[in-house]
């Protein structure tokens, strides 16, 4: 079974400027969930979707920040513009919908590094 | 407001001896927690859970503790491999917010053969 998959891995670019991350979840995962990890932080949720509903953005910057899941599918995190505190891993994750649970496991991408100079 | 919190950042440990990794938390709605281990350049990948109906959870290497009137977590690894050398997360989440996760800061464990 395919992992989340995220690209790209490594993204510099200059404050002001835009920058958008894609994710692919596993197969089949209906919940799809945006990650900040700062450098030192443990990962901080930024917005998380239930096919291509929003089920909690309460702490995406909405000024700058913006996700999209169209499709119910892959997903896009969009910066516009960027400021130095951006700086940090974005992580991607996913998790089935089990209806005899409450909990269900989230998957983890490998991440995309963003150094904002 | 850092609702779960690893207090120490780093642990060294002798290949064959036990480690032990802390975790608080402020949050007494908590009722799942899981320790999420992660290599660099890696995405976290899920070790073990326990529920808050439990106070230990054991998956051989690998136990969980969890002391709820503490507030306190702690993940025990026996013996320590050098391929246990990683940054732990510990996480916590409450049935009343569904899957919202919330993270510690990790405590990067290093393994001396």
């Known amino acids: 079974e395919a992992g989340v998959a995220q690209s790209p891995r490594y993204k510099i670019i200059e404050k002001r400027q835009s920058v958008a991350f894609w994710c692919n979840p596993i197969?089949?995962?209906?919940?799809l969930y945006w990650y900040q990890q700062i450098l030192g932080q443990g990962p901080k949720l930024l917005i998380q979707f239930q096919n291509n509903g929003v089920v909690d953005d309460s702490q995406l910057p909405k000024d700058r920040f913006s996700a999209e899941r169209l499709k119910g599918v892959d997903s896009t995190l969009k910066i516009q513009p960027a400021k130095l505190e951006d700086s940090a891993v974005y992580l991607c994750?996913?998790?089935?919908?089990?209806?005899?649970?409450?909990?269900?496991?989230?998957?983890f991408g490998p991440g995309t590094r963003l150094t904002v100079l | 407001d850092q609702q779960v919190k690893q207090n120490s950042p780093s642990l060294s440990v002798q290949e064959g001896r036990i480690s032990i990794l802390n975790c608080d938390y402020t949050?007494?709605?908590?009722?799942?927690f899981l320790w999420y281990k992660k290599y660099p350049a890696e995405g976290p990948t899920f070790l073990i859970s326990i529920s808050s109906i439990k106070d230990k959870n054991e998956d051989g290497r690998f136990t969980v503790f969890l002391n709820k009137s503490a507030k306190h977590l702690s993940l025990h690894i026996v013996p320590s491999q050098p391929g246990d050398s990683a940054v732990y997360f510990c996480?916590?989440?409450?049935?009343?917010?569904?899957?919202?996760?919330?993270f510690g800061t990790g405590t990067s464990l290093t393994v001396i053969p």
């Open positions: 994750a996913s998790s089935a919908t089990s209806g005899s649970s409450w909990y269900n496991e989230q998957f």
């Open positions: 996480a916590a989440l409450s049935s009343n917010t569904g899957n919202q996760f919330y």
């Open positions: 949050n007494s709605m908590f009722d799942y």
């Open positions: 197969s089949g995962h209906a919940t």
